[in-house]
């Protein structure tokens, strides 16, 4: 028996995914930020360091700085000076000297080891080692990070914390960075109120465009917010319109099914043109695709799981690509299965679960209770989606199925 909601005609997850991306180019545009307001930001053009990391050769150690043919003779060493990070030492360690040096300071000429201080005791200015030690000890060699003129980042990466240390380490000021899109965002239903707001009778807090606002932010996007709209066509013509004049794409919540007031879809169909409607996956299955005076439009379902695993699963791909990025497929892993499943072929489908280790250190999955696209509470508990392929149908507890980690509750 086949998925009730399943027909002929729905399109499979991975082909709406990859006409999304077929579909879709970066924004053009790019601007130079400084490198510390760059987290987040798309690289516009590849960066490559100014200097070799480290820029010289330098002690990794608090300790001394010496000739280790030295210390064949176990005779003391002569201390004949100091080498601090900022204030190196400008002479020669000649045969039977050495140097005092500390960590991140510059190895003196002549010196081709350090010893740490722990294995050294001092009588005035003579130096006495002790222990192993082996030539070029302790010494960070220059270039050994990265090498000068050496690529750090190409275009397209998606800066993070990480690549600003690389980058400012090599000596990177400012960056240049694809524009951010701009993203159009409403959510539709006569019964939808601002969060804080009086809810009346059948009234419901609007949910989906407080999430969406977050996740668009984490995604470093611009939003161009428009609120709640009423189930009214003239109200969402004009909004569909404004947007598709000020801003990169369109992202709506709500009337893409077959109601009598899912006017979104049926607009926009009106004003533009649809790529395609209707994906056989669970939940989801309205999600609408087009464009609107060549502006892309992704028309979320307006049930809330629906609408952030849709969001999940086909928006981020699309806007990663108009961000100036490629899209990566996120890693899937194996986890056995802790309870049953019910699930009928026809739609992929993306349940909410819980995966850990068990006591054998096997990863396994257990689906959080409801599944219903209008159970928050377990996309908020869930720390994975179990994706159940398009033609699979019931699973059994103990079968292998395949898990998309989310490091953060529907993590993007
Ligand atoms: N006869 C059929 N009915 C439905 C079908 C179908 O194939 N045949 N599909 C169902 C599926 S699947 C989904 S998903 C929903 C999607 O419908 P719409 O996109 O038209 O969304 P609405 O009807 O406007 O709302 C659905 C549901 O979600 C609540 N909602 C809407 N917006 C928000 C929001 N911003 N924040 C929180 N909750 C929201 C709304 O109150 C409804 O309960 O259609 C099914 N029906
Ligand atoms: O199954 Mo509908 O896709 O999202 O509630």
Redesign the pocket.
Known sequence: MSDC?SQPGLMPIEAARAALLEDLAPVAGTESIPLAQATGRVLAQPVASTVCLPPCDNSAMDGYALRIADLDSGMPLELIGYSFAGKPFDGIVNPGTCVRIMTGAALPDGADTVVMQEQVTTQGESIFIGGKVRPGDHIRRCGEDVAEGETLLDSGARISVAHIALLAAAGIGEVSVQRRPVIALF???D??RQPGEPLGKGD??????IALLAALAELDLEVLDLG?LP?DKDVIRDNLARAAREADAIIT???????E??Y??EVLEEMGEIGFWKVAM?????FAYGRLQGTPFF??????V??LITFQQLAVPALTVMKGSAWAAPVQLQARLQKPVKKKPGRTDFQRGIYLRDESGNLCVEPVGAQG??ILSGLADANCLIVLSRDSGNAEAGDMVDIEPLATPLDL
């Open positions: 909601c959510s539709t239903g019964e939808l419901i807090f609007d949910s989906n465009r709640i189930d919540s709500g009337g893409v099914s077959v109601g007031a899912d979104t879809r669970k939940p989801g299955k309205p028309g979320l379902p307006g049930n809330p629906s609408a696209s209008h």
